[in-house]
């Protein structure tokens, strides 16, 4: 089992920034993926980016390249999300989801899970 907890979310205005953080314990052997997901109200769960343990390979969602950069600190089990040029339409519930599986994409097939944060972007 991976246990994940996320923190860094709160409330900003729009044009600005926050860093989530996501810290896996247990087995982390489970986290060869790592990723994250959004919810706004009233809308399914989406895909933001991903990255693979090595780091060199990342993915991120269309609507958020180029805004939001994941990266991962293995000697700490911690995986990021540092969230510039923050919109309203960015206002969500962010989860951090991690798998063993070694799969050409980094979009689907999460075994695990984390509570989420949430994020709310002002106008």
């Known amino acids: 089992q991976v246990q994940l907890v996320e923190s860094g979310g709160g409330l900003v205005q729009a044009g600005g920034s926050l860093r989530l953080s996501c810290a896996a314990s247990?087995?982390?052997?489970?986290?060869?993926?790592m990723g994250w997901f959004r919810q706004a109200p009233g809308k399914e769960r989406e895909f933001v980016a991903a990255?693979?343990?090595?780091?060199?390979?990342?993915d991120y969602a269309g609507s958020v390249k180029g805004r939001f950069t994941i990266s991962r600190d293995n000697s700490k089990n911690t995986l990021y999300l540092q969230m510039n040029s923050l919109k309203p339409e960015d206002t969500a519930v962010y989860y951090c989801?991690?798998?063993?599986?070694?799969?050409?994409?980094?979009?689907?097939?999460?075994?695990?899970w984390g509570q989420g944060t949430q994020v709310t972007v002002s106008s």
């Open positions: 989801a991690a798998r063993a599986l070694q799969l050409l994409t980094m979009r689907s097939d999460y075994t695990y």
């Open positions: 247990g087995r982390t052997g489970g986290t060869y993926t």
């Open positions: 990255i693979r343990r090595s780091g060199g390979d990342t």
